[in-house]
């Protein structure tokens, strides 16, 4: 049975050949990894995740990508798409990749870095996903999920990307338990690389069932009563995690367990609104606040905000709450943050503030491109966006991160609600994120008006008109012979600021008055 939603439903919808967005805060063109642990697989319980995570109330669009990535026991790594469509076509630019290291999971002799070590430079390839046309996986934000052992690959596929200059958005871990004899995996570390960073874990005494734990650096939300769901707690924590992706479904199901009424009630604290306000509603489609002080377990027990890097101050302050990385070469740009700060709804011509955080650059002694668009859906590969900001910004080296204030003038664009999104490359390397806010452009409703120095008599007899306005602007020009009575001679929309058109009925009449009016 549905749920009643327990917060605005804010989604993206088709009208015709437009398209309408809310007001609300939205982001497209991710990369998700979730993975397993010990004895697992992605048929279990990843793919029924993932499957959820398009129908989340959020969710930018419509279309998504999914893949499988598979390493085999001999560590060779592959990949397909199951689900879903292209990448360069999809309206939300949204891929889910389920990561399956199964047939080394249980194996002696093979820790969680040698499948990172695997994984990882198939993500940075501009040939491993070849529907991706020469781009890359790390091109757009990352968010990596891991459970059990899984929690020690991802925190170590964000520690190796570190070491090539990439920034990862977020690394949720769901009841880590690296094992460290005899697999020899490594500790859950999170690295300054990493922008947000979340933990759920449990601690049972049942011995049979293993525990998580806390992590340093992470927001920790202890899951003290995980009564019912599987047989063991150490499962439930990623059932718990399914509860937050299909949070509108009662009873839900990973295919393996099912979470029913009572352990709505139970499993969630009122804060987190049965599922609704917790977990994947603080990754960038939940949209939820990470600066938030927060703390949904209730006092004492953990502020969301304290998973936020603050190595840099990006609005959470600055704390040692990160690993520094033994290397990074700083070959990849990297767009951490970016916002509309200024007004999300203006009028044609007006403009407002953006601002954004980078990284780039193994040195100072270079420069790095930005570029700022406006698309009317959240993939910036599949061609319908609109080029507004072109210019070069000093490299930061890896030791630093630095803020830049941007102003975006709406005077060439149409009117209509558009996604904002940031483009920086360098080092021949690109990296996209867009804003989550969307932008509402106006129409200007000030009247057109006529140029008399480049209005007047053709050779042929009619009488050619130029009027200046704002792009988008539609207007009926009418004319009369006695300022009393209008007829119409023609119905135009500005395209530029300047707008020419001819009045051929000009030759039957000795004298004609002109008036440009708006249509709404």
């Known amino acids: 049975m549905a749920r009643r939603h327990k917060r605005s439903c804010f989604r993206l919808f088709c009208i015709g050949v437009g398209l309408f967005f809310s007001q609300e805060l939205v982001r497209g063109a991710g990369v998700t990894i979730i993975t397993h642990g010990f004895n697992g697989n992605v048929t279990d319980w990843i793919i029924p995740m993932a499957q959820r995570i398009p129908n989340y109330d959020l969710f930018p669009g419509t279309e998504f990508s999914c893949y499988q990535i598979t390493v085999a026991s001999d560590y060779s790594v592959t990949q397909s798409r199951i689900a879903g469509v292209g990448p360069l076509v999809s309206d939300s630019g949204e891929i889910v990749i389920k990561l399956d290291w199964s047939s080394l999971a249980v194996t002696l002799g093979n820790s969680t870095t040698d499948i990172a070590d695997a994984v990882v430079p198939r993500l940075l390839s501009t040939s491993f996903v070849p529907e991706l046309g020469g781009r890359s996986l790390a091109e757009f934000p990352i968010h990596l999920v891991g459970h059990s052992r899984g929690g020690s690959v991802v925190s170590e596929m964000a520690r190796l990307l570190g070491q090539q200059g990439v920034w990862v958005d977020q690394v949720t871990t769901l009841d880590p338990h690296p094992v460290s004899f005899p697999y020899g995996d490594a500790d859950v570390l999170l690295v300054?690389?990493?922008?947000?960073?979340?933990?759920?874990?449990?601690?049972?005494?049942?011995?049979?069932?293993?525990?998580?734990?806390?992590?340093?650096?992470?927001?920790?939300?202890?899951?003290?009563?995980?009564?019912?769901?599987?047989?063991?707690?150490?499962?439930?924590?990623?059932?718990?995690?399914?509860?937050?992706?299909?949070w509108f479904d009662t009873p839900a199901t990973d295919t393996q367990a099912t979470i029913t009424s009572s352990e709505r009630q139970t499993w969630w604290t009122g804060y987190e609104v049965e599922g609704a306000n917790a977990g994947f509603y603080y990754t960038l489609i939940g949209g939820a606040d990470r600066l938030s002080t927060d703390e949904p377990a209730g006092a004492g027990n953990g502020k969301i905000r304290d998973g936020y890097n603050q190595i840099w101050d990006f609005g959470a302050g600055t704390a040692a709450n990160r690993y520094a990385l033994a290397s990074?070469?700083?070959?990849?740009?990297?767009?951490?943050?970016f916002n509309v700060t200024g007004k999300n709804t203006i009028t044609a011509g007006e403009s407002t503030l953006l601002k954004f955080f980078y990284q780039d650059g193994a040195t100072t002694n270079q420069s790095v491109n930005l570029k700022v668009f406006l698309d009317q859906d959240f993939n910036p590969y599949n061609g319908n966006d609109q080029l507004m900001i072109d210019g070069n910004y000093p490299s930061t080296g890896t030791n630093s991160v630095f803020f830049a204030n941007l102003s975006l003038s709406s005077s060439n664009v149409s009117p209509g609600t558009y996604a904002v999104y940031a483009k920086m490359t360098g080092g021949g390397h690109t990296r996209y994120l867009y804003a989550p806010e969307v932008l509402a452009i106006d129409a200007n409703l000030e009247p057109p008006r006529f140029n008399p120095s480049l209005s007047g008599l053709q050779s042929d007899g009619g009488f050619r008109l130029s009027l200046s306005g704002e792009i988008g602007q539609k207007v009926i020009i009418q004319g009369s012979t006695n300022l009393t009575s209008w007829i119409p001679i023609s119905t135009n929309s500005f395209t530029t600021t300047n707008l020419v058109t001819v009045d051929i009925q000009a030759p039957q009449h000795k004298e004609r008055f002109y008036r440009a009016m708006l249509v709404q």
Do not use: M
């Open 192 to 246: 300054q690389n990493v922008l947000f960073a979340d933990n759920y874990w449990q601690s049972n005494p049942d011995f049979s069932c293993p525990n998580g734990e806390s992590i340093w650096g992470a927001y920790n939300r202890f899951l003290a009563d995980l009564q019912n769901g599987y047989s063991c707690n150490h499962s439930d924590v990623h059932l718990w995690y399914h509860g937050t992706i299909d």
């Open 328 to 337: 990074n070469n700083g070959a990849w740009p990297n767009l951490i943050k």
